[in-house]
């Protein structure tokens, strides 16, 4: 009886289990079906609370775009981001391999010090970041406030994008080192020529990582900006949806604007995404 009834409990089991998945699913994505539906609509429709529009408004993303001046401020984001997904691999990139690869006295200890300020909350160090781009911009060549040194240089070091990366270069194989010295190869010839070939996944995984923490940046670009010129388009959509006021259907149509292109970024590299978390073994 015991072995008779295994099989209905693990059907039952496995019943919940894709049940509250899809509860889950439909929780998550019940907001963005809400916008994106709501974009389409007329002023009187959200007004009405209607969940579905009777005639599509496509003429709100154009209305959006202008009264916005999202053009300017995509532009901005996309220079930010490209600068700071760049900078992150370029500096991330050898700090995890020397951790991981390069045997030096206190290699362990300040790992564990690169960890420990992820513990450490943004609010916290906005402050003191916020006084340091002020001063190196004072005594450097060119300004940082306003300008995209304070967007992107104060970012381009992360101690998670290190730690993803750190634990990837750390599973490779010993036998590639030992037959790369065979070959007269030193470190930095191991890390560009071995190391960063294998490692596509979580490199595409970083450089996402800090694409989405780019695009997203609402509350430094407004404390370290106060000109539209080098704001990015979070601070644009915030402006624009303080001064639509009633206009529901064109703050959604923004909102739908500034997500766009980084879920069809997303999609070009999800594949990579998921296999870099995989293979640097993080899960969750």
């Known amino acids: 009886m015991a072995d008779a009834s295994r099989p209905d409990r693990t059907r039952l089991w496995r019943g919940l289990l894709v049940g509250s998945l899809c509860l889950g699913a439909a929780a998550s994505l019940a907001p963005f079906a809400w916008m994106l539906l709501a974009s389409f609509m007329t002023r009187g429709e959200t007004i009405r609370h209607v969940l579905v529009p009777e005639h599509l408004q496509w003429g709100n993303y154009l209305t959006a775009w202008r009264e916005a001046d ?129 490692s596509r996944a979580p490199l595409m995984t970083v450089g996402m990582l800090a694409l989405i923490g780019s695009w997203n940046s609402l509350a430094w670009p407004l404390l370290v900006t106060n000109t539209p010129a080098w704001r990015p388009l979070a601070v644009g959509l915030q402006q624009f949806v303080s001064e639509a006021g009633a206009e529901v259907h064109l703050q959604m149509a923004g909102a739908v604007i500034a997500i766009v292109p980084i879920l069809l970024a997303y999609l070009l590299v999800q594949k990579e995404f998921t296999e870099g978390i995989v293979m640097s073994g993080l899960k969750g």
């Not at 996309?78 to 030096?104: K, S």
């Not at 340091?132 to 060549?141: L, R």
Request: proline letters at 7%; a neutral charge; aromatic letters at 14%.
């Open 70 to 198: 999202f053009g300017h401020y995509l532009i901005v984001s996309v220079v930010i981001a490209a600068l700071q997904v760049g900078g992150t691999l370029a500096f991330c990139t050898p700090a995890a391999y020397a951790l991981a690869r390069m045997d030096f006295r206190g290699r362990n200890v300040l790992f564990l010090g690169i960890l420990a300020t992820l513990m450490i909350p943004e609010s916290v160090t906005m402050i003191p970041n916020f006084l340091a781009v002020s001063w190196v911009g004072d005594v450097g060549p060119i300004p940082w406030i306003n300008n995209w040194p304070a967007l992107t240089i104060p970012f381009m070091a992360s101690a998670f994008s290190i730690f993803l990366l750190r634990q990837f270069f750390a599973g490779i194989p010993n036998d590639l080192w030992e037959a790369a010295r065979l070959d007269g190869m030193g470190h930095l010839g191991f890390l560009l020529k071995i190391v960063v070939p294998l």
